[in-house]
Structure formats: C-alpha cells, structure tokens
C-alpha cells in the first residue's frame, strides 16, 4: 500500500496529527507522504488519514 497526497490539501496537519508515520507538513506547507511503501503497522492509522482528511486530497491503496 501507498498514500498520495494531491494538490487540494490545505495543509491543516491532521493526517500527520493521526499517522505521523506516513504523513508530515513538508517545507512547502502541504502534507507529503513517504514514498514508500507503508509499514504495514500503519496501515490501520494512514487509512484512518485519508477518511480524516477534510478535503479529500489523501489516495491510500
Ligand atoms: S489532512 Fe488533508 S488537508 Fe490536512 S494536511 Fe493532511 S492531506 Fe492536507
């Protein structure tokens, strides 16, 4: 499994709030995702992200 995040975000922090493992404000104020595949540890809390996400701007699969 990957997350994406896409241009719609807002940079509100609540996916890395929620999976800091997968997710963090990057430089340009934006959520970026690790490239990665996620742990499967995270899985459960990056999913949990993108349902969270106010904007829709998270793809786990
Ligand atoms: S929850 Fe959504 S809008 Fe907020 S920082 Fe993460 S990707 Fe961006």
Do not use: H, R
Not at 10 to 18: D, H, P, Q, V
Not at 33 to 56: L, T
């Amino acid at each position: 499994m990957k997350a994406t995040v896409s241009e719609e975000c807002i940079g509100c922090g609540l996916c890395e709030s929620t999976c800091d493992a997968v997710f963090s404000i990057g430089d340009e104020g934006v959520a970026v995702a690790i490239e990665e595949d996620i742990p499967e540890e995270y899985e459960d809390a990056a999913k949990e992200a993108e349902e969270g996400c106010p904007v829709g701007a998270i793809t786990v699969e």
